[in-house]
């Protein structure tokens, strides 16, 4: 949010003038409390790498500040500026007290640390909440006046595979000069220290009148035996906040080193800085990074280490305003933009919401502005700053040449403004912008009561209006695309009433509304005028026939998890837009019942929200990344109150104690591969396949054990097919388990509820009539499911489904016969393989796929038939080194006795995998590799024997 520029202390004076700092009495009572806090620390690891800096110390307080955001131009440090406040600490007494915000966890008992300027909650002792299993740690943070909170947690972590630290102890206290403190003590205790015993101590300072504060942890080995792989760093849940580094895009993947991280909310931001320079190594995945600040191989007994780290607090939910929080951290004196917005013709425009961009210009030659040299490289992110509708578009920013830009309201610059910022001063900016239209859509379902007609044509766009709430909800997914260029002119917008007005820059627009595979799309082009409004209705219907199964998305996050920020009500609109029609909500060690919300919403027809809950283990003693288990019965619970805690607990402990729970519910475990917090996943198995199945084998099949293994998670195609080689492993093993596919969505936007999904098949598939006991028999016990992001893929032998077993003995029932597998798609999705594994390894080349016939609802469809006859070459055989999964085959197939025929002699499995070769465009954007079309069913057991089972799986009676 963009705040008038204001001087906190006096009305504005004299003309601007350079930034200049505070007075060294200021400057050396900040350095005395940050010392002080720095003294309470071992010494750091690797000779002082972690060290905090005297020039830190000036940064982070004591310089004087004009007001982010905003205040008119005036004199930047007056002399008889008021002495900052100390900073405090205060305990949460009532509700009120606390931080407010999508992501606020702060309760009474809980600790606020806070100065005039910015304002943190450290968690009271006990349990944790989120991913952390206990308190002392950091879990809101905020501005100190808007006092809204979107950061989930910042956890400790020590370790490689990371160990959480158990706090037993806080206390609080005030430094020299105004600075004030919380610490926590406690401890790493494990079966996997083997020996070893950590005590480690957190202190969280803050000075008087600081944007930062300073997280300074040592830690000792008080057990007899030496601590290996000790990696110190955090683990960042970055909740509502988009997480971004330099030079990468936002929401980041994978690995990398960079000097900070950032977080970026709507209305506040964030930035991770170690304390003494450096780089941070980072992993990053959905919502979270694990950051690591210093590397020791071992900590020998009684050795001691520290690392510290900076957590700077933005008050604009913007990169600029990161950008400039590092700049002044650096020691640098910011200057200042003030946006002109106007038309075509010069005529002066309201402030707007919308994105201004600045993109720095090199000057050859050109000296680093003042402090820049010192900045940990702020310019390398994408500077843009977040507009509002009232305020006045000033803010400050680092020196420097700039090209300023604008896009927002159904407006874009109709060219860049050239703008030099200095320490001190406002620079002005103007902007021309484009006109605006509005395009009114109204989206209908064929066969469904068509909603309210849009608004006729008007001289003029009026304010969007609302949905019609009262009408018949016709949730749906809207892109839109210049239709010269195919680039898109706005994110995705939701229109659950059947509705969406929209202001959009005049031109010609590409408009696409979706809701999930089974639908064909509902496109047209469409005329936008400015000043003008533009009708446009779309018309859905549902072309891909999966009777008999329901679409299920099996785990997902909102901001009840620590590292998500949707909150509830959009997941769930969004969830029915994109065609989910069952879900389960996993949050983190906590029990939610979005039920009532669906109601609310009037989604009850379209979509059932079942209660569960992701124990996610932030010690390695499970083995494995986590658990999802569901249904949970009432209410959300906290941990203790109807939700349990994965402790230090094998995961054969806790499946004891799901299972010794009144009823009956499935146990989903997933795996840590390429995403997921590394709290989830401490100790999960790294190997060969076999490897990772002989560690699943203990937790997994028939009876008591997990009842089903997610084998896809998002858009990590990669990790699913080495989750699948360890499915094939497992099988072999005669483990019998569902496979499953879920988004583990922590987003929107990229992190797609239902990319990808499970459809399990159940007694009757009507969303708004589902038995859930059913369903759950079905995931636990019938095992027919199709997992997909696209196609629809089924397969029989004889009378037995995938899932099932089927007998090929001679003169058996359903003997020696056929194998028939369908695949359906809506034109859009592209299926251009099939691949029959037998065994988990490919019997024969990929058949291809033509779309060779069309239903009358519009969807493609292809059959195919394979014999499969009785053998003596062996129908199951070792998968070979490095075959990619649903590969084009090789030589020496097992199970294939002739061109077209699959042959078995011993019991084994089936199984068939659609795959596409054109991205899922238009409905997902990305990297085309992470969005190509893919399904594949259960396995279809083949009992060779004739004894009425197949690698552990019992046919049905």
């Known amino acids: 949010m963009i705040r008038p520029i204001e001087m906190p202390r006096r009305p504005p004076a004299s003309p601007p003038r350079a930034r200049r700092p505070a007075p060294r009495a200021t400057r050396r009572a900040g350095l005395a409390a940050l010392a002080l806090a720095a003294a309470a620390c ?52 009532a509700p009120a007290d606390a931080l407010s915000g999508p992501l606020a966890a702060g309760r009474p008992g809980d600790y606020v640390l806070e100065n005039d300027e910015i304002a943190v909650v450290v968690e009271q002792l006990g349990p944790g909440t989120g991913l952390a299993e206990g308190g002392g740690h950091l879990i809101d943070a905020a501005d100190a006046r808007e006092r809204s909170d979107e950061l989930g947690q910042i956890v400790p972590r020590l370790g490689a595979p990371p160990r959480q630290v158990i706090y037993r102890d806080l206390t609080t206290g005030a430094g020299e000069g105004g600075a004030a403190w919380i610490e926590a003590r406690g401890e790493v205790r494990g079966r996997e220290l083997e020996g070893g015993a950590l005590s480690v101590t957190t202190r969280y300072t803050l000075a008087p009148s600081g944007r930062a504060v300073v997280i300074a942890t040592s830690l000792q080995n008080d057990g007899d035996r030496p601590v290996e792989a000790l990696d110190l760093g955090d683990v960042v849940h970055w909740g509502a906040a988009e997480h971004v580094a330099p030079g990468a895009a936002p929401g980041l993947r994978g690995e990398r080193e960079a000097p900070y991280l950032a977080g970026v909310g709507s209305r506040v931001a964030y930035a991770l800085v170690p304390a003494g320079g450096g780089l941070i190594r980072a992993r990053s995945g959905a919502g979270f990074s694990d950051a690591t600040f210093a590397r020791q191989a071992a900590l020998p007994p009684g050795g001691r280490a520290a690392y510290q780290r900076i957590l700077a607090i933005a008050p604009r939910g913007d990169a600029l305003a990161v950008a400039t929080e590092l700049f002044f951290l650096g020691g640098g004196a910011p200057g200042g933009v003030a946006l002109e917005l106007v038309d075509a013709r010069g005529a002066p425009l309201r402030p707007m919401a919308g994105r201004a961009t600045l ?11 003042a402090g820049a040299a010192a900045a940990p490289a702020a310019g390398a992110l994408d500077l843009w700053l977040r507009t509002g509708e009232r305020e006045p578009l000033a803010v400050e920013a680092p020196p420097g040449l700039y090209l300023v830009g604008f896009e927002g309201s159904g407006r874009r610059a109709l060219g860049t403004a050239r703008v030099r910022i200095r320490a001190g001063e406002i620079a002005p900016a103007r902007l021309a912008l484009s006109g605006v239209g509005q395009l009114d859509l109204r989206v209908e379902e064929r066969g469904a009561p068509a909603p309210a007609a849009a608004p006729a044509p008007a001289a003029a766009p009026a304010p969007a209006a609302a949905p019609d709430l009262l009408g018949p909800l016709t949730p749906a997914k809207v892109s839109f695309f210049d239709a010269a260029t195919g680039k898109a002119v706005s994110p995705p917008r939701l229109a659950l009433g059947g509705e969406l007005h929209l202001p959009l820059p005049p031109g010609r627009v590409r408009v696409v509304a979706s809701r999930g595979p089974e639908y064909a799309l509902a496109e047209a082009t469409v005329d936008i005028a400015d000043g003008a409004r533009s009708p446009l209705a779309l018309t859905l219907q549902r072309v891909v026939d999966t009777s008999g199964y329901i679409a299920c998305d099996l785990r997902q996050h909102t901001a009840r998890s620590a590292d998500a920020g949707v909150a509830s009500a959009v997941r769930l609109a969004w969830s029915a837009a994109e065609g989910v029609e069952c879900a389960v909500a996993t949050e983190h060690n906590l029990a939610v019942d979005l039920q009532p919300d669906v109601a609310a919403l009037r989604l009850d027809a ?15 003693g499970a083995g494995l990344g986590s658990l999802s288990v569901f249904p949970l019965g009432g209410a959300a619970a906290a941990p203790g109150e109807g939700a349990l805690r994965w402790g230090d607990e094998a995961a054969g402990e806790l499946l004891r104690e799901v299972r010794a729970l009144p009823g009956e519910r499935v146990v989903q475990v997933s795996r840590r591969h390429g995403g997921g917090s590394p709290l989830h ?22 009876g008591g054990g997990a009842d089903a293994l997610e084998v896809w998670t998002g858009r990590e195609a990669a990790a699913r097919d080495r989750a699948l080689e360890e499915l094939w492993a497992l099988l072999r093993a005669s483990r019998p388990v569902t496979p499953t596919a879920t988004s583990d969505t922590h987003g929107l936007h990229g992190a797609e509820a239902g990319t990808p999904r499970t459809y399990v098949a159940v007694a009757g598939d009507d969303p708004g009539r589902l038995d859930v006991g059913d369903l759950v028999a079905g995931l636990r016990r019938r095992r027919d499911v199709v997992i997909t992001n696209g196609p629809f893929v089924t397969m029989r032998l004889g009378e037995a489904r995938q899932g099932g077993v089927a007998s090929v003995r001679r003169g058996a029932r359903g003997g020696p016969g056929t194998l028939s597998i369908r695949v359906e798609r809506a034109p859009w999705v592209d299926a251009r393989e099939l691949h029959v594994l037998v065994g988990g390894v490919a019997s024969g080349a990929a058949i291809p796929l033509e779309g060779a016939r069309t239903t009358a609802a519009g969807a493609l469809v292809d059959e195919i038939e394979i014999p499969v006859v009785l053998g003596t070459g062996g129908g199951r055989g070792p998968a070979r080194p490095g075959a990619r999964v649903g ?19 011993e019991d084994t499995f089936v199984v068939a995998i659609v795959r596409g070769r054109r991205p899922l465009e238009p409905v997902l954007a990305g990297e085309p590799d992470e969005i190509l079309p893919f399904a594949m069913t259960a396995p279809l057991w083949i009992d060779a024997d004739g004894d009425g089972r197949s690698l552990g799986r019992a046919a049905a009676p």
């Open 887 to 905: 590969g084009a085959g090789g030589d020496g197939r097992p199970g294939q006795r002739a061109r077209g025929a699959i042959a078995v002699a």
């Open 606 to 620: 379209q979509l059932r929200m079942l209660p569960g809950v992701e124990l996610t283990s932030g010690r390695g």
């Open 681 to 702: 996943g401490a100790g999960a198995p790294q190997g060969a396949p076999e490897e990772g199945a002989r560690q699943l084998a203990q937790i997994v099949g028939d």
């Open 42 to 93: 071992a010494p750091p690891v690797q000779g002082g790498s972690v060290a905090v800096s005297s020039g830190a110390a000036e940064r982070l307080g004591m310089l004087c500040r004009w007001g982010h955001g905003g205040g008119e131009q005036g004199e930047l440090c007056p002399g008889d500026a008021v002495a900052a406040r100390p900073a405090r600490v205060r305990r949460i007494a």
């Open 359 to 369: 993109t720095p210009v090199a000057e050859e030659g050109a000296a680093p502005a």
